[in-house]
């Protein structure tokens, strides 16, 4: 997926799951920063897809119903209030959940009613439903090129029933390519059909808002409706209902049953039917003559009507308990650090008039007007815009919300919806910077002595601490190098990398470094100093400045021994052994004649 078209269905999720009631707010594509207006799917233009001669939805009807004769009963043409009251609410809803997203469109419902008036007469003659669905799926003719634009196939026959070609769809007559990237789900059941007129109302404001559009600019309004279908004459009709729909006032009537299309709808309130009295003509006598005597009544006396039998008294419905309130539990501020969570977290309570705790309520919460911090999004769903559902008490309580890379203020937005009013809550959010770091030190053992290493070895298990006011600063990123001390100036500034001999870092690719961009530190406030090597270093004593953005330095002595000299022994020259003595045998020995021992 695109970046953008990422960015557009994403925004519309936020429209989308704005209430289960008013118009359900979870799937569909707006785009809302000016910058990305007229490029790619953001804002469609006359050679869009779903501008394409695409024919009227009535060409794919029977033939009875495609051209009917005129009923008898025939007057007037239809006048601005009928429109039937499913459809009406459809509109309606449409205006409300798309200012809830996108109040600098300026929709007005009548410009959808119109669109759905020029489309499919309201859905007349599809069999209308209360729910917003069709007894039959509304399609075009098929877009073979024949008579029509050529599109080929881009749904699978999902919504077209064509596998080869595609038509258009539903009420407000979409290609189901422009449904894939802007369908709606306008009643909140969960699904987005074109052919169900509170998904299809929804989807054509979002599809005529794209691209960041105000439309009560006529400039833009114009562009718009061109790229909804470029004809002139269809933008004509579009704007004649619209602004007759504007000026006549409007009331809602009962949906037409199936297959009187493209009768108009009727106009007000249907009157309940009467028959006619037939009275006879008045006559007069003739001159001079006797007056004509009336006729006589009948004898037979009418027929009674037969009673109608009893029928059980049926219990009226209990009356529905409306949404009435909408309530912040807490603080009306957010604040947080650049990057953090806020906390603690807002709650919200929704009550009914009867004073009960609306349970079940969806509460739409948004972050608005994040021009300044940008990025300020709900950690779990990647967005700025959830819908959370009340709890048991009527409580909703906002999930963890992220503070975006930049300070600044924005507004946050938790509304709830009912069929005929919306309650909202505005609480103000701060997006605080981060609290620089004024100190450095080292945290390593031997912290208040010189760095000291034989040359040919390493510095390493050096660690640092930043702090602000005695606590640890996360985030925080340093630049360490060697620096010699400026004569002139005291100062300590950077070697020359070509002629310094010192210890150094090494880049990714085994070079030499003498400066290095460290990673910030972490949530304890620390970080590790990279590995110094001293292979080839010439013995002597160095300096290693370690600095902050804000100039908040820390200089490290480093110390490179020689390494120790061992003197060389002089060997001993080894004396020539002695011949070992041979034992001298004696000569034959006399041996000892034993004395006898006189008794």
């Given at each position: 997926m695109k970046p953008l078209h990422r960015h557009v269905v994403n925004t519309s999720r936020k429209v989308l799951c704005t209430a289960a009631l008013a118009a359900s707010l979870t799937t569909a594509a707006v785009v809302t920063n000016p910058s990305t207006a007229g490029a790619g799917e953001s804002e469609p233009t006359p050679d869009s897809p779903q501008a394409a001669d695409r024919g009227d939805a009535r060409l794919d009807l029977p033939e009875d119903l495609a051209n009917p004769q005129?009923?008898?009963?025939?007057?007037?043409?239809?006048?601005?209030?009928?429109?039937?009251?499913?459809?009406?609410?459809?509109?309606?809803?449409?205006?409300?959940?798309?200012?809830?997203?996108?109040?600098?469109?300026?929709?007005?419902?009548?410009?959808v009613a119109g669109i759905g008036r020029v489309e499919s007469v309201h859905a007349s003659g599809y069999g209308l439903k209360s729910d917003g669905s069709t007894d039959r799926p509304i399609r075009g003719p098929r877009l073979d090129g024949n008579g029509y634009a050529q599109i080929k196939d881009t749904d699978k026959g999902q919504w077209d029933a064509d596998t080869e070609y595609d038509r258009?769809?539903?009420?407000?007559?979409?290609?189901?390519?422009?449904?894939?990237?802007?369908?709606?789900?306008?009643?909140?059941?969960?699904?987005?059909?074109?052919?169900?007129?509170?998904?299809?109302?929804?989807?054509?404001?979002?599809?005529?808002?794209?691209?960041?559009?105000?439309?009560?600019?006529?400039?833009?309004?114009?562009?718009?409706?061109?790229?909804?279908?470029?004809?002139?004459?269809?933008?004509?009709?579009?704007?004649?209902?619209?602004?007759?729909?504007?000026?006549?006032?409007?009331?809602?009537?009962?949906?037409?049953?199936?297959?009187?299309?493209?009768?108009?709808?009727?106009t007000g309130t249907l009157p309940v039917p009467r028959p006619p009295v037939i009275r006879p003509p008045a006559t007069r006598p003739p001159t001079g003559g006797t007056p004509q005597k009336p006729p006589t009544k009948p004898t037979t006396p009418p027929t009674k009507p037969t009673t109608p039998p009893n029928k059980p008294p049926t219990k009226?419905?209990?009356?529905?308990?409306?949404?009435?309130?909408?309530?912040?539990?807490?603080?009306?501020?957010?604040?947080?650090?650049?990057?953090?969570?806020?906390?603690?977290?807002?709650?919200?309570?929704?009550?009914?008039?009867?004073?009960?705790?609306?349970?079940?309520?969806?509460?739409?919460?948004?972050?608005?007007?994040?021009?300044?911090?940008?990025?300020?999004?709900?950690?779990?769903?990647?967005?700025?815009?959830?819908?959370?559902?009340?709890d048991a008490q009527g409580i909703a309580t906002v999930p963890e919300l992220t503070?975006?890379?930049?300070?600044?203020?924005?507004?946050?937005?938790?509304?709830?919806?009912?069929?005929?009013?919306?309650?909202?809550?505005?609480?103000?959010?701060?997006?605080?910077?981060?609290p620089a770091a004024d100190l450095l030190v080292r945290v390593d053992s031997g912290a208040d002595k010189p760095l000291q290493v034989v040359t040919g070895t390493s510095f390493k298990g050096v660690e640092l601490l930043a702090t602000a006011k005695g606590k640890p600063i996360a985030?925080?990123?340093?630049?360490?190098?060697?620096?010699?001390?400026?004569?002139?100036?005291?100062?300590?500034?950077?070697?020359?990398?070509?002629t310094a001999k010192g210890p150094y870092f090494k880049g990714k690719d085994?070079?030499?470094?003498?400066?290095?961009?460290?990673?910030?530190?972490?949530?304890?406030?620390?970080?590790?100093?990279?590995?110094?090597?001293?292979?080839?270093?010439?013995?002597?004593?160095?300096?290693?400045?370690?600095?902050?953005?804000?100039?908040?330095?820390?200089?490290?002595?480093?110390?490179?021994?020689?390494?120790?000299?061992?003197?060389?022994?002089?060997?001993?020259?080894?004396?020539?052994?002695?011949?070992?003595?041979?034992?001298t045998t004696p000569a034959n020995p006399t041996p000892t004649t034993p004395t006898t021992a006189k008794p």
């Open positions: 005129p009923p008898a009963t025939a007057g007037a043409p239809e006048g601005a209030s009928g429109i039937p009251g499913t459809a009406l609410d459809a509109y309606k809803r449409a205006e409300v959940a798309v200012a809830a997203a996108l109040p600098n469109c300026k929709l007005p419902w009548q410009l258009a769809i539903g009420p407000m007559q979409f290609i189901p390519s422009t449904w894939k990237v802007y369908g709606a789900d306008g009643n909140g059941d969960g699904q987005r059909d074109p052919n169900n007129i509170y998904d299809a109302a929804l989807g054509t404001g979002l599809y005529l808002c794209a691209g960041d559009k105000d439309l009560s600019d006529p400039a833009k309004l114009d562009a718009a409706l061109l790229s909804y279908n470029s004809s002139r004459e269809y933008v004509n009709a579009v704007l004649g209902y619209m602004r007759q729909y504007q000026e006549g006032g409007v009331a809602g009537v009962p949906n037409p049953p199936v297959g009187t299309y493209p009768t108009p709808p009727p009226p419905e209990p009356p529905v308990v409306r949404l009435a309130k909408l309530s912040l539990i807490g603080e009306a501020e957010l604040k947080a650090e650049v990057g953090s969570a806020f906390t603690p977290t807002p709650k919200v309570k929704a009550l009914l008039a009867d004073g009960k705790p609306a349970v079940g309520q969806q509460v739409v919460f948004a972050v608005e007007q994040d021009d300044t911090t940008g990025g300020t999004v709900f950690r779990a769903a990647k967005k700025n815009s959830v819908v959370v559902t009340t503070a975006g890379p930049k300070p600044g203020t924005f507004s946050f937005r938790a509304t709830a919806y009912d069929l005929t009013s919306q309650f909202t809550v505005m609480l103000k959010g701060t997006v605080l910077a981060k985030g925080t990123k340093t630049v360490a190098g060697l620096v010699v001390k400026d004569k002139a100036t005291d100062a300590w500034v950077p070697v020359d990398p070509a085994g070079e030499k470094l003498t400066t290095l961009e460290l990673a910030a530190t972490g949530a304890d406030g620390r970080i590790a100093l990279p590995e110094l090597f001293t292979d080839g270093v010439a013995p002597g004593t160095y300096q290693l400045r370690v600095l902050t953005p804000e100039k908040v330095e820390l200089v490290l002595t480093l110390k490179v021994d020689a390494a120790p000299t061992v003197p060389p022994t002089t060997p001993t020259t080894p004396t020539t052994p002695t011949t070992p003595t041979t034992p």
